[in-house]
């Protein structure tokens, strides 16, 4: 980075790679495959050992400065990602290449009013081609003669917008209006690797055009010791298709309120609620799956969030302190369907808390403590084979302690707990399965050298538990064991260091 009155210039650039991470049962990725999926699914002997991927980018951003109060802002990024390992997934990502640029433009001090206005443009593009290659699918084994074996799904997509925001400030009204534009493309192909040319199956999605606009308006206000903001935004989408589906209108108006009554210079409480909503996107509407099963659905509605917020907040010299509930009621939730391999809508409800707090035990020493719990249910069942009225990833109880000691200047050790309850309440009907109650610990210090060098030591999952975090809500591409859908198990111990040198 460098620069002058008039141009500052910021240029980075990585690279980075990955082995397979091991359970705490000693077994890679690849391994986790093969004791859990079936023949098909599990590697080829070749690619047993791969990485698991291996990742470039470079990004830079520059400021010119027209005047004073005027100032131009460029950025671009470039990532380019190799052979990604989606290991409980039924394929894996040959490459995945993202392109993000934006230009904005902003004007400061317009007036005594008139604070601020900003323009920006920005364009981004994807492409994530999914391929069975490492696959034993890719050579037939455990495969029916008549199902496409040796194939990659080809998705691209692009997205490109303009946003035009004002601010004011009208005695002591923070006033906020924009305006938002946005386009984005999806397309998608399946490729048949041996040939080159495109599968005689439909195209997996063919071309769905996803146009947005929308105003909106944001006005903050204190009065005395309350807070208050308030948001609204009104949302017009079209989506167009080129296959033979039905295109889509929607329209939204969404507005929010949210205010902080502080008690004294310590406590304070908030309370939020509002309404937004966002439309389906085109996998959910009208993708396709390489045996030429719809799992798209055309006519989904958008879905609606209705939600109030409430908590409590304190902060003085010993500790600070954070508790939240809400409450979300979900109006033609976007849901996956196992029984009918589709989406569909469904009204739900889901509700939790969680909280958070630091105290200062001593001037060296800090406790910090968090948690957090939510449950969801469907008010319906999604169909008469199709009854679980639990929503899927509702993660159960989980909370985390870590005990800070600054030893010395800079220098700080660090022993945190992580850990969940069992995770009881699930979605059988759509690939959950009930999780085993678990907790890890982690150690890390940091210790300075210099002034100029950092140190740090790292070990996770210190006693090398083997657990997993995340269910299996099936959602497309979950891949199945036996009766159950796969799990994939979370890292065992591993010991990391950085080195960290500034001049």
Request: cysteine-free; proline content about 2%; overall charge negative.
């Amino acid at each position: 980075s460098g620069g002058n009155d008039i141009v500052r210039v910021l240029v980075s650039g990585s690279s980075e790679s990955s082995d397979q991470y091991v359970d705490g049962n000693g077994d890679t990725l690849a391994e986790q495959v093969k004791n859990n999926a079936p023949l098909a699914n599990q590697y080829q002997t070749q690619y047993e050992d791969m990485q698991s991927y291996t990742k470039r980018s470079i990004m830079a951003k520059v400021f010119v400065s027209i005047t004073d109060d005027q100032e131009i802002q460029l950025s671009a990024t470039k990532n380019r990602s190799n052979d990604i390992l989606y290991s409980n997934s039924s394929m894996d990502a040959i490459y995945d290449d993202s392109n993000i640029y934006s230009v904005a433009y902003d004007i400061k001090n317009i007036s005594d009013i008139y604070k601020d206005i900003n323009l920006q443009y920005y364009y981004s593009d994807v492409e994530h081609p999914m391929s069975t290659e490492y696959r034993n699918q890719a050579i037939g084994l455990g495969m029916p003669m008549s199902t496409p074996k040796d194939m990659t799904s080809k998705l691209k997509t692009t997205m490109q917008g303009l946003k035009l925001k004002n601010n004011f400030d009208i005695e002591g009204h923070k006033l906020l209006l924009g305006l938002d534009g946005s386009k984005r493309t999806w397309d998608g192909d399946y490729i048949n690797n041996l040939t080159g040319l495109i599968h005689m199956v439909p195209k997996s999605i063919n071309n769905a055009l996803t146009k947005n606009m929308a105003a909106f308006a944001k006005l903050e206000k204190s009065f005395g010791d309350l807070d208050v903001a308030l948001g609204a935004r009104y949302d017009v989408t079209n989506i167009d298709y080129d296959g033979t589906a039905q295109s889509n209108d929607y329209n939204a108006f969404n507005a929010n309120m949210y205010t902080t009554y502080n008690i004294d210079k310590n406590n304070k409480i908030f309370f939020g609620l509002g309404q937004s909503s966002r439309v389906p996107d085109a996998r959910e509407l009208y993708f396709v799956s390489s045996l030429n099963i719809v799992v798209g659905t055309p006519n989904l509605n958008q879905t609606t969030n209705q939600e109030v917020d409430l908590g409590y907040e304190l902060k003085n010299d010993v500790m600070k302190f954070k508790i939240k509930g809400f409450y979300s009621k979900l109006r033609d939730y976007i849901y996956y369907n196992k029984t009918t391999t589709s989406f569909q809508n469904v009204d739900a409800r889901v509700y939790g808390t969680e909280l958070s707090a630091s105290v200062y035990a001593t001037d060296d020493i800090t406790v910090e403590m968090g948690a957090s719990y939510k449950k969801g249910t469907k008010d319906d069942a999604l169909s008469a084979t199709n009854t679980d009225k639990d929503l899927a990833d509702m993660a159960p109880l989980r909370g985390n302690v870590a005990v800070n000691y600054e030893y010395k200047d800079n220098s700080i050790a660090t022993l945190e707990t992580v850990m969940s309850d069992t995770w009881k309440t699930y979605d059988s009907d759509n690939g959950e399965q009930e999780l085993g109650a678990w907790a890890i610990l982690n150690l890390k210090v940091k210790h300075a050298v210099s002034k100029n060098f950092d140190f740090t030591l790292g070990v996770n999952n210190m006693f090398d538990r083997t657990y997993a975090q995340s269910n299996t809500y099936s959602d497309l591409t979950l891949l199945a064991a036996g009766a159950d859908t796969m799990l994939l198990n979370e890292p065992g111990r591993y010991v990391y260091t950085n080195l960290d040198f500034k001049f």
